[in-house]
């Protein structure tokens, strides 16, 4: 009540909730007390994990528009909700900046020691992340090429236990905490392959972090990550949970530096494309000027409102 009373007393002729948690079913209801239309954006995959729990049916039921960020989101929405519902769905896809992804080496992550091959991870340092996975992957493959040394930025819940897992491996891994968004761009830069072994993700923005920073991935074949990664071509895609195929496509990538390289240059072109936050802005405000005509991917709004 609070919050309709609010959007009456503003004027606002759209809602939209960025997520389809609780603050969306506040949104759904505040659209019904007031007649205000009401939209939301799904990301997965939490939301997915209990679609009715929230609801996923009628909350796409009684909205205007439903921005997923990928295909696969989009299909997961369709599979819970009614088929007359589905030409509401469309994709947005999150972003980045490209440019910001040039800048030197942070200062933050120790420097490269001569001949040393650079892995990096940046996230939350929780189970779902499939790190004990790439401590495996490493293992096999130290034995043979002692000069990777795998950098993991960020934190979180599972770091005690990560950083005694990590212990066997020496000083071939570096916890370095948290990182500014600054710092992570900067480190993109002071590194060689980018490394997200995750069991869960959507389209993850890291990735579109190492893709803008000319920076080759290996990544798990996990919801949208297709959708962004290109396996052979920008960098290489593995099964959830393959600790042995981790090993091998970090072995590949280690040991050839012009493969490397190609990956690398890639990328950007990518994010440039299909992943520049001002572009789907621009996508995202089609949608709210109703222009959109049942197009999955919206052309970016170019109108003076």
């Not at 609070?2 to 004027?11: D, N, P, Q, T, V």
């Not at 769905?89 to 972003?95: E, T, V, W």
């Not at 910001?100 to 189970?127: D, Q």
């Amino acid at each position: 009540t609070l919050l309709a009373r609010h959007l009456e007393e503003k004027g606002v002729e759209h809602l939209h909730n960025h997520f389809v948690f609780g603050s969306c079913t506040v949104a759904a209801v505040a659209a019904r007390l007031t007649g205000i239309p009401y939209s939301f954006t799904l990301h997965g995959p939490a939301d997915l994990f209990r679609p009715y729990y929230w609801d996923l049916a009628t909350k796409t039921a009684h909205a205007r528009f439903v921005a997923t960020i990928s295909h696969y989101a989009r299909s997961q929405l369709m599979f819970f909700s009614d088929p007359e519902h589905w030409e509401k769905l469309h994709i947005i896809h999150c972003g980045v900046t490209p440019e910001r992804y040039s800048t030197p080496a942070s200062p933050a992550i120790p420097p490269r020691r001569e001949g040393e091959v650079r892995l990096l991870f940046v996230g939350r340092l929780a189970p779902v992340k499939g790190l004990r996975d790439l401590f495996k992957a490493l293992a096999e493959v130290l034995p043979d090429l002692p000069n990777i040394n795998m950098v993991l930025v960020g934190d979180g819940p599972d770091r005690k236990r990560l950083e005694e897992a990590a212990k066997p491996l020496g000083d071939a891994v570096t916890f370095t905490g948290y990182l500014s968004q600054a710092e992570v761009a900067q480190a993109m830069q002071g590194t060689d392959v980018f490394v997200l072994p995750s069991f869960a993700e959507g389209v993850p923005v890291v990735l579109m972090e190492a893709l803008a920073s000319a920076r080759p991935v290996i990544a798990t074949q996990v919801a949208g990550v297709g959708e962004l990664v290109e396996d052979g071509t920008t960098g290489f895609i593995v099964p959830p949970g393959d600790a042995t195929r981790l090993a091998d496509r970090i072995r590949t990538l280690a040991t050839d530096p012009e493969l490397r390289a190609r990956m690398g240059a890639a990328g950007p072109a990518v994010v440039a494309s299909d992943f520049d936050i001002r572009t789907e802005a621009a996508r995202l405000a089609t949608l709210f000027a109703g222009e959109a005509e049942g197009a999955i991917r919206p052309a970016p709004y170019d109108g003076d409102s």
